[in-house]
């Protein structure tokens, strides 16, 4: 088998039409996403159609479900990391928001590091806080496979206001022993994961995705999970689909204006059974500024 070869670089060329958008249509995209996300998230939404639950239970600690589906599954047939990731990181930012005393919070950081495969599930991720300071919270999770440990997670989130034009709804409520349904009747996935949010691959390493309300968060940027899968996809592409992402760092630098987002993949190393990629997702209408960057290990596909 032909392996990628060490340290190389996989860049897209070329500026995306989007940078070529007049300052009238921006700020009439930007007035349309608004419109889209007065409640958070609207009713078509990637973290709808995950359809995960969450319950306090107890006033320290949190639980999230959500079920394993074949659009989930990678190609080993257990849990992608991707979504593994979307929902491990609205698990521990929404336990991080019933420590704020109202305000809202950005996850800054994300760590996950894998086990055993999610297989049957489902997904269940523990949250407890680590540590509350006067800007930062720090959160971890157990990632079990129904109640078998399969990983475990650390965040740390920034409090700050939350934006009324996407999100003008009160904070959610900890109230111990109640279960919040994030999905709808109508959620759930038509298509694999990555089809669903639109994701293209350019070249081997630069994935993009348009910025649209199924991807944007409360503050009008693209969601982290959302990220998340885009830095895992990234991080495959660039090795030609033959090994399958397992553990996961993330940190968030910024935030996405139009759009389009895209990746930036550097192969660090490349082993016998695994391999390890920095990935930096960039906003293609702000001349490549960076929103987030990774280190992805993944593992090579049986």
Known sequence: MDRPRRRSRCFSAGLSVDQEQRPKERLAQAAFYAGCMA?????????????????????????????VVPQTRSA????????????TDLALISTAIGFADGDWCGTLDLAIRSGQPIVDGPLVVACQVVRIGGTLITTKAELLDGDRLAGTAIATSRRMPRNPDFNDAPPDEKVVG??????????????????????????????????????TNSF???NGGTSGILLCAGAESALGGEFVATDIE??????????????????IRVERDHAVVDVTAVDMSRERRPIATAGVTLTLLA
């Not at 080993?76 to 929902?87: E, H, I, K, R």
Request: one cysteine or more; aromatic letters at 8%.
């Open 76 to 87: 080993t047939g257990a849990l992608a990391l991707g979504p593994m990731f979307a929902v």
């Open 39 to 67: 409640t958070y998230p609207p009713e078509h939404h990637l973290l709808r159609d995950l359809q995960p639950q969450a319950e306090w239970v107890s006033d320290d600690e949190c639980i999230f479900t959500a079920p």
């Open 250 to 267: 993330v940190r968030y630098i910024g935030q996405a204006a139009e759009g389009p987002v895209r990746t930036m993949s550097e192969i």
């Open 178 to 215: 109640t279960i919040q349904h994030w999905g709808r009747a109508s959620s759930g996935f038509t298509l694999p994961v990555n089809d669903q949010l639109g994701l293209t691959e350019l070249a081997p390493g630069a994935v993009e995705l348009a910025k649209t309300p199924y991807v």
């Open 220 to 222: 009008g940027t693209v």
